[in-house]
């Protein structure tokens, strides 16, 4: 009789920063110990309504377990093609849709896979990472041949081309150019991992077996931190992944949990195996460093050509600490990428569309006011008017007597993106987010402001994701460490309050102050945290 592997296993998908449509899909039964990742091809008519059959498909002949696992696979992706290929024929609107996929069956130690496309498994086991799918793809072959790195594929621009797929035009099983099938070892100390190339695209192979490795024994927060940082990279693709492990791999890792995300209610699309017992002591671990690795994630991911030397481009500007970061804001145009080195760097910003503002290591360019400037109440370091498309990625902001600061960071309006960046010192607000800002703040450290973490003006619509908040507010000036004016709606999403209650959402509607509940995480300390008080004139402010 053939039996699975006893696994652990876990499966998510989400539609990234950039899509507004999820043509990804996915899929695990634990019992059985099937694995699906499918992609729907980008760029083609109905690529989500090919995912969705080739998923039905898939799981009508592999549950159904006659003749080997070889040969289930086999026909199930070839049933899958054919009648992909066969609807495409019945609207106008299907002509062409397509799909690339993965499939993985664990049973007797032994995991079979088959594979069209680009999407990828990979094994983890004794502190490596193998990538065994092959990409049927142009610049896949490449990398896989050792012609070019795994860096220059991800940055190739014909990256996603593929000349396999799963629906474009009629197969039989036995064409040898369609489908490849390939079996490898499952040992108890083994993880595989499939994923579209919406990970593979922006996360390194090193990375994920770090997260992998980090995460060891929860699943769940595998899948999720992976997720994350893709979408800390920028989230360009749809991005899915499906884990699984033998139940000895998380005793073979380090109890290190550095990249590891925190707990949260699963997202839409996402669903888990059953609980494991080791899963709330690794999680109260992983909560309290959750913002500061997805910030670290963050640096390395969204900077990975700025190394030791920034490359020359006509886009580019370097920036030296005896060098002005105003100045070549100013001379920039849209589209260039200003990079500054670590450094102390005295005066005030203003940011301009189009234009990305990087320190290259991050946390390492420190940004104060310069020093002329007392008063308190003279602006923030860092000004964002009506943009729509600028960002600011890894900076220290710090105030402090000598060089007082009233606001970090402030946005009036528009989409300012901000990633890994420190603000600390602030006697007012860390950040200001004004009226119709839709600002988003990711991956960052707030803390240690005598003013509010955050100041949510009315009809702003920001967006906090893994961020972590800790001593804002402290002041006896302070409005609260969360400032949230009646009017405006917030997202919070997988950020760590360090010594804030669920409470603090008070000021939200009832619908957003359940969510903000169930995906946050609030963590007690033993020192007192003003909150501050329950109301302050005009706006609401933290019971």
């Not at 006659?66 to 106008?92: C, D, K, S, V, Y």
């Not at 994923?195 to 192979?205: H, I």
């Not at 949260?264 to 999680?283: F, H």
Request: charged share 20%; glycine share 10%; with cysteine.
């Amino acid at each position: 009789m053939k039996t699975a592997n006893a696994i652990l296993a876990a499966s998510r998908t989400d539609p990234g920063l950039q899509r507004s449509v999820n043509e990804d899909r996915c899929h695990f039964d634990a019992t059985r110990g099937i694995l699906v990742v499918i992609d729907g091809v980008g760029g083609q008519a109905a690529g989500g309504k090919a995912a969705d059959v080739a998923l039905s498909m898939l799981r009508s002949r592999l549950e159904r377990q006659t003749g080997t696992t070889a040969q289930r696979i086999r026909e199930a992706i070839t049933i899958a093609n054919n009648e992909i290929f066969r609807l495409a024929l019945t609207r106008p609107e299907w002509n062409g849709m397509a799909c690339v996929l993965t499939v993985a069956i664990v049973e007797n130690g032994i995991a079979t896979i088959g594979h069209v496309g680009d999407t990828r498994l990979y094994k983890l086991r004794d502190n490596r990472i193998e990538k065994v799918t092959k990409d049927h793809s142009p610049v896949g072959e490449r990398e896989d041949s050792g012609e070019i790195s795994e860096l220059q594929a991800m940055r190739h621009p014909r990256r996603n081309e593929v000349y396999r797929d799963v629906g474009s035009e009629p197969h039989d099983g036995t064409d040898s150019d369609f489908i490849d099938i390939e079996e490898i070892p499952f040992e108890p100390d083994a993880a595989l991992l499939l994923c579209s190339d919406g990970l593979t695209d922006l996360v390194d192979s090193s990375t994920i077996a770090d997260i992998a490795r980090g995460c060891a024994g929860d699943p769940e927060t595998v899948t999720r931190s992976l997720i994350d940082a893709a979408n800390a990279a920028g989230g360009k693709d749809n991005v899915t992944v499906v884990y699984a492990e033998g139940d000895r791999f998380a005793a073979t890792q380090s109890a290190t949990r550095s990249l590891c995300g925190g707990q949260g209610v699963p997202a839409a699309g996402a669903t888990t195996s059953p609980n494991r017992d080791r899963r709330s002591s690794i999680r109260m671990v992983a909560c309290i460093v959750a913002g500061f690795a997805v910030g670290l994630a963050t640096a390395w991911f969204v900077l990975p050509g700025l190394s030791e030397k920034p490359p020359a481009s006509a886009n580019l500007q370097v920036v030296r600490p005896a060098e002005s970061i105003a100045a070549a804001i100013q001379r920039a145009q849209p589209g260039t990428e200003i990079v500054v080195e670590p450094g102390e760097y005295r005066e005030r910003l203003i940011l301009k569309e189009g234009v990305r503002l990087v320190s290259r290591v991050p946390r390492g360019a420190t940004l104060r006011l310069p020093s002329s400037i007392a008063d308190t109440d003279a602006g923030p370091a860092v000004i964002a008017d009506g943009l729509t498309n600028a960002e600011l990625v890894g900076f220290r902001i710090v105030g402090d007597a000598a060089t007082p600061l009233s606001v970090g960071i402030g946005a009036a309006s528009g989409g300012l993106s901000v990633m890994d960046v420190e603000i600390t010192g602030a006697t007012k607000a860390a950040i200001d987010f004004g009226p119709h800002s839709s600002a988003t703040l990711f991956g960052s450290e707030i803390h240690d402001n005598p003013g509010a973490a955050v100041i949510i003006r009315a009809l702003a619509t920001p967006h906090f994701t893994s961020n972590v908040f800790t001593r804002n507010g402290m002041s006896e000036q302070a409005s609260g460490s969360l400032v949230i004016e009646e009017g405006s709606t917030p997202d919070f999403q997988r950020n760590v309050f360090v010594g804030l209650g669920a409470d603090i959402s008070a000021p939200l509607n009832e619908v957003t102050r359940a969510s903000f509940k169930q995906r946050n995480w609030f963590i007690p300390v033993h020192e007192t945290v003003r909150p501050g008080p329950t109301t302050v004139p005009g706006r609401t402010g933290t019971p």
